[in-house]
């Protein structure tokens, strides 16, 4: 009887064998599902980055506005008769109390 139970321990280590183990086994899908989950992170990252870039690309097709803003921002360009003044400092100027409270009343 107790060959018998070893026989049987035997042939179901030789079944988990496969199962855990083997080319198809838990450990692999269990791998591939962690690849699969991070490659939809990075695909929605391209996806969200590629819709950004669309946009800009109709932006810059249909409209001139979009075109002037990158001549400026990028390039500095000015348009003619027009007089660039640039701000230095540490902190954007800040409006006194009386004018944002007089501003935000309602009529």
Do not use: C
């Not at 079944?15 to 269990?30: H, I, R, T």
């Not at 979009?66 to 921002?73: D, G, L, Q, T, W």
């Not at 100027?93 to 935000?104: F, I, Q």
Request: charged share 25%; proline share 5%.
């Amino acid at each position: 009887m107790r060959w018998i139970s070893l026989i049987f321990v035997a042939l179901i280590l030789l079944l988990q064998y496969p199962l855990w183990l083997g080319k198809g086994g838990w450990l692999k899908v269990w791998d591939l599902d962690r690849q699969v989950e991070a490659q939809k992170q990075v695909n929605q990252q391209t996806q969200t980055r590629n819709a950004v870039l669309d946009a800009e690309v109709r932006d810059l097709k249909q409209g001139t506005e979009a075109i002037e803003e990158r001549a400026r921002s990028e390039l500095g360009m000015v348009k003619r008769d027009e007089v660039f003044f640039q701000i230095v400092g540490d902190h954007p100027p800040s409006l006194p109390a009386s004018a944002v409270s007089e501003d935000k009343k309602i009529p």
